[in-house]
């Protein structure tokens, strides 16, 4: 269960387009076809989840099934954001996280207060995250560059769909085509999507 480049210990690129899609895409192409056999059953959850609906989509030589935890697939998500009132309120953090270095100041302060907040707050069971594995969280994010990569997810992609032409600013769903057996896991009290 390799973590996505950024995260925990992988490496840290700098700088937003380090962290398009293509790029990701040519990561889980590249630990598929080394690590895997050339094929696989992709499991993913958020960001991760994103990456495997769109590499089952583009890939489906490559992929034995798909598993998604709480990520719908991206072109409903991003339809979703641009025309659904209730979901771009859910999704306003997105915003927030395309002003250079505030995010990463809000986050960080008071040794990582945030993520505290976040995993206590968003949890339906409040005994779901130990002290132990809030502070095991907090370690990953406060490694030099983590944070910003984490974030660098949120301005890649809002940056891409901003600077899509008109006629493609809405993804068209039924270009979307996922082959495989698909398996999508989903918390009925995600906060983050309805």
Not at 21 to 32: R, T
Not at 34 to 40: F, I
Request: net charge positive; charged share 25%; hydrophobic share 40%.
């Amino acid at each position: 269960a390799p973590d996505l480049r950024g995260y925990n210990q992988t490496e840290k690129p700098r700088g937003v387009g380090q962290y398009s899609m293509s790029l990701l895409l040519e990561d889980l192409e590249g630990l598929i076809r080394d690590h895997a056999g050339g094929r696989a059953v992709v499991v993913g959850h958020d960001w991760g989840g994103g990456l495997a609906w769109t590499y089952a989509a583009l890939f489906p030589h490559r992929v034995e099934g798909l598993v998604a935890l709480n990520c719908p697939p991206p072109p409903l998500l991003a339809r979703k954001i641009l025309t659904d009132p209730r979901q771009r309120r859910r999704s306003r953090y997105i915003y927030l996280f395309q002003i250079p270095f505030l995010p990463e100041l809000l986050i960080s302060r008071r040794n990582y207060e945030f993520i505290e907040r976040l995993f206590k707050g968003w949890a339906v069971d409040k005994s779901a995250f130990s002290d132990y594995d809030i502070r095991r969280y907090k370690e990953a994010v406060a490694k030099p560059g983590a944070l910003t990569a984490a974030i660098n997810y949120y301005r890649a992609s809002f940056r891409r769909l901003l600077l899509a032409p008109p006629s493609k600013a809405l993804p068209r769903i039924p270009s979307f085509k996922v082959s495989c057996p698909t398996l999508v896991i989903w918390g009925m009290e995600d906060r983050a999507f309805h």
